[in-house]
């Protein structure tokens, strides 16, 4: 067996949300003595900064930092996240609610879906949402955290995420990454020298002449892709044939009212818009296909959607769909924006950063690189997005919706074999599967397909073992169960106010 010849020292390209995010985690796995961590990043270089919707796997990477909750709440001006509304998706006036945590409780066996279904056939005209704690207290703009005492509750099941300021978080992340040992080097990077014998990256030069070697670069340069596209040629998957949005504008508004416990998206003529609500304001954009809606009109909807008037200009982005064909090459491995980009529909951007860290954690490098790891790296990365690809692919084709070119063209459109097999399957009697730990779940896809007007045939046959008026019963208390633990929540305001409040916030 080899000595293994240990990273001496990390170069992480780029700051914002991936950069920082990575840098604070390896600085609190690796330790002070393992690796320099050096990060590289310019101040002249904006960042994207609207991701600020998150799901409940933050709470793992904020764990595993060890953050104090209600600090990182105070530090970053966020708010509770329960799930998602959709407002128009799958036809003008309708709307549903994507929730955190699962429908009712599994019985026999037998997904409680299924169930759910059977007492649709017996009379009983009710909705999903009522068996879901989070959708519950979200439509009453309640919130707590799950409540440990109470493990056999659903108070004691609550999922939640945050709505946060992204530029706070980084900047939050970037203390706690310097206080830990990551040194922070201000420049704007002009050259990538890779090594003439192995293709691997020797150094990046900044503006100034400095040139700055590292073991391992981790590329957080955003949509640019400056390391691991510009200089070692990994190529891009396109996938926007699928997912026809290439543009967005970002426009923070006034607050004028208590923020609400959920994001919001609302479909229009050729996009969405979303409404994302923080301590200090409302956070908006509109994600749209410029082959389907100029930017000028584009602009106009999102202004004239607005709750309050806008505090800052509008910002431009652009963008493309799709993937790296290699996450990791050489000794360089991309995180964010430039490993790939699935528009924000479903609150994974900073997943997937978080994701692309753990598994670079777990397949962490000595200096031989060894080529088994980094190809299951690839593989892993490859398969996740294309996941999380095919479900936000679902919001867009299940929808009865045919107003606009836009919407006829994607509710025709051909799509992925794997998500056809979902939906057909879903169809026949109602079952959903995941797939080698996708990161959706059946609560998810049945929240998305049954929200959009998907109805199946039947439903899974077993769930016929328990009897008609059984069903009836067990379900009716565990909706009454839910709406009185939703009754003794306080309001999301006054749990903020009590917890967590930004310092800047009246008490």
Partial sequence: MQIQDTLKKIAIVGGGTAGWMTAAALAKVLGPHYAQIELIESDEIGTVGVGEATIPQINIFNRMLGLDENEFVRKTKATFKLGIEFVDWDRPGQRYFHPFGPYGVDMNGVSFHAFWLKLQTLGV?????????????AREGKFMRAQAAA?????????????????????FLRDYAQQRGVRRHEGRIVDVQLNLDNGFIDAVVVEDGRRFEADLFIDCTGFRGLLIGHA???????????LPCDRAIAVPCAKVADPIPYTRATAGPAGWRWRIPLQHRTGNGHVYSSKFIDDQAALDQLLAGLDGPPTAEPRMLKFQTGRRTEFWKKNCVAIGLSSGFLEPLESTSIHLIQSGIAKLLQLFPDRGFEPADINYYNVLSAEEFDFVR???????????????????????????????RKID????????????????????????MIGQGLRPRGFDSVASSVPDDEVIARLANIKATIAQTSRRMPTHADYIRDNCAAENEPA
Avoid: C
């Avoid at 005209?125 to 207290?137: F, K």
């Avoid at 056999?152 to 709505?163: D, E, M, R, T, V």
């Avoid at 070692?232 to 699928?242: A, I, K």
């Fill in 125 to 137: 005209n009710d909705s999903i949402n009522d068996y879901n704690l989070q959708a519950v207290a």
């Fill in 151 to 171: 493990p056999n509750s659903p108070a004691g099941k609550i999922a939640h995420a945050f709505h946060f300021d992204a530029g706070l978080y980084a900047r």
């Fill in 425 to 448: 399957i879903f169809e026949s009697r109602g079952r959903i599967f995941r797939e080698n730990e996708e990161l959706f779940n059946d609560t998810s896809w049945f929240a998305v």
């Fill in 232 to 242: 070692l040629g990994s190529t891009y998957e396109d996938f926007s044939h699928w």
């Fill in 390 to 420: 095919d479900f936000i692919i679902l919001h867009y084709r299940i929808t009865q919706r045919d107003d606009t070119p836009f919407w006829r063209y994607l509710r025709t459109m051909p799509i992925p074999d794997r998500l056809q």
